[in-house]
Each structure stands twice: as structure tokens, then as C-alpha cells.
């Protein structure tokens, strides 16, 4: 079944503590991307790949890295969490810029 | 950034009534991509359009892209409580990006 897996779904953490929201799709897609959603501003790229080795700040990056060692990972890694990084976080992968397939979601809290 | 307008914010209809929600920019489109999201999952593609001007039908859904290729429309015939969700447009604006709406939340009464 094609799919894009997160994890985790859900996740509660204190401010500072280093923390890494895993993605993988196994549908061979080159573009991969992180986007955050929070009410009344919808769903805001933090960052893009467009293949392996290949990553680009989206609309809001600051906070976050990201890496893409393989074509089916991109890792979303948050080196010291704040307050304002709650959010609800979902990993999307396509063909270029064809429809997304998104992954469940990881609701983050940060406390 | 480039900036996609969705109206209306929110929307409470009878089911059975016809609706239409809007997704409009300043700027020219390369593509547009209509998705529908439900509570706890991700958003689901509903369909893609490239050519100005463009309709699509999905059984009771109608999609039209605006000739100028700066706004697009999605029409709901005799809506039902399956249609509720989140209503989102997603546009490329000939970058590497993708720009996201900020949506239209759809209630139907049953």
C-alpha cells in the first residue's frame, strides 16, 4: 500500500530537549516536505526536498533542519524546541510537484 | 510569499443545498490542487488543474480554474454530511513550492 508514514502521532516535550519527527513514503517520490498547520493560517511549508542530498527553506524554516541521506526518509529535526513550535506537523511526498500524499500528522506540544 | 485567499473561512449548510467555495490570488498560477481534510488525518487530493479556464467534475463536485489563472472555484451540488471537512487549494506559482490556502471549514446539517 502507498503511503507516508510519521512518527510519532503524537509527542510532548519540555523547551530545549532536541527532538527528531521521522517520515518515510515508499512510493519512490523525489519531492518530499515538511508543513506545519495551526488554526486560521493553514498549512505553511517549513522546508522542501526535491531529491536526495537536494533540501530548500519553504515559507517559515527558522527552528527546524532537515536532512534527505535517502530518497525515501526526510527527517524533520527540531534542535531546541520552543513554546511556538506547537504545532500540527505533516510530511507530504509527489512526483516534482504533482499531488501530495500526506503522511497522518504528529501533533507536537511544547511545553 | 506569494498569498492564496479561501472564502468563505467557514461555512454551515442543510444537506441537500448547493454551495460554492472560492481560492484566489494576486498572482498567476502554474497549477492548482483542490484537497479535502478530515479531523486526525491528513489532507486527501481531490483533483488537479493545469489549463486556464479548466472544469472538472468528481461526481457532485465541480472544479473551475479561472481563465486568468489566478483563482479557482469548487462547487457542491446537493451537499450531504460526508462532504464536511476542511476544504483546502494548493498552488504553484512556477517555483519549487507549493502554497497552501487557509482553507474552508464545511459543517453539512443533516
Known amino acids: 500500500e502507498a503511503q507516508v508514514t510519521q512518527n510519532p502521532r503524537y509527542l510532548i516535550t519540555v523547551t530545549g530537549k532536541k527532538l527528531t519527527v521521522t517520515c518515510s513514503q515508499n512510493?519512490?517520490?523525489?519531492?518530499m516536505s515538511w508543513y506545519r498547520q495551526d488554526p486560521g493560517l493553514g498549512l505553511r511549508q517549513i522546508y522542501y526536498s526535491m531529491n536526495v542530498e537536494v533540501t530548500d527553506k519553504g515559507d517559515v524554516p527558522e527552528g527546524y533542519k532537515v536532512s534527505r541521506k535517502e530518497k525515501r526518509n526526510f527527517p524533520l529535526i527540531l534542535e531546541s524546541p520552543s513554546p511556538n513550535q506547537t504545532s500540527l506537523y505533516f510530511c507530504?511526498?509527489?512526483?516534482?510537484?504533482?499531488?501530495?500524499?500526506f503522511g497522518a500528522g504528529t501533533r507536537l506540544s511544547v511545553l | 510569499t506569494q498569498l492564496l485567499e479561501q472564502s468563505p473561512q467557514f461555512l454551515s449548510i442543510q444537506e441537500g443545498e448547493n454551495l460554492t467555495v472560492y481560492c484566489n490570488s494576486s498572482s498567476v498560477f502554474s497549477s492548482l490542487q483542490w484537497y479535502r481534510q478530515e479531523p486526525g488525518e491528513g489532507p486527501v487530493l481531490l483533483v488537479t488543474?493545469?489549463?486556464?479556464?479548466e472544469v472538472k467534475k468528481l461526481k457532485r463536485l465541480t472544479f473551475q480554474f479561472g481563465d486568468a489563472r489566478k483563482d479557482s472555484s469548487l462547487h457542491i451540488t446537493a451537499a450531504q454530511p460526508g462532504d464536511t471537512g476542511l476544504y483546502l487549494c494548493?498552488?504553484?506559482?512556477?517555483?519549487?513550492?507549493?502554497?497552501f490556502g487557509t482553507g474552508t471549514r464545511l459543517t453539512i446539517i443533516p
Open positions: 488543474v493545469v489549463t486556464g479556464g
Open positions: 507530504a511526498s509527489s512526483r516534482t510537484l504533482g499531488p501530495q500524499y
Open positions: 494548493a498552488a504553484n506559482f512556477g517555483n519549487e513550492k507549493l502554497t
Open positions: 512510493m519512490n517520490h523525489e519531492y
